[in-house]
């Protein structure tokens, strides 16, 4: 028995409930930073100005969105029953844009030299979910 096995067992997965006006938004074609300023709370919307700004070469900008989409997402997550750890599975769709800001989080963190805190978030991401942690290339 490895010392570090949970005796007690994996929590069950934590999934989120889609927010249907700011996907809508999204699938409508709205500019993801017109949507976050409508539905603040709303993870992918974040992690989508996250992602193009890495890709734009703005680190900051990206650790920014990245943050503020990693933060509204545990605060969600913690509404729905998520206790600190456990899996937080990508195949449910609407956990994608907690999943997806905390990748960014990772790659911006690591952008600007900010190690120690890229590396806590490409394993918080992989201990979340393997799936999202390879889907998304971190770790």
Known sequence: MSIR?????EPPPTTLPEDERA??????????????RAHPAYSLAWAILAERALAEGRDLDAYAYARVGYHRGLDALRRHGWKGHGPIPWEHEPNRGF?????????AAEAIGEADEAQRCATFLAESSQTAARELGVG
């Open 23 to 36: 996907r809508a938004a999204l699938d409508a074609g709205a500019d993801a930073a017109d949507v976050a």
């Open 99 to 107: 999943l997806r800001s905390l990748a960014a989080l990772a790659r």
């Open 5 to 9: 096995q949970n005796l007690l067992g």
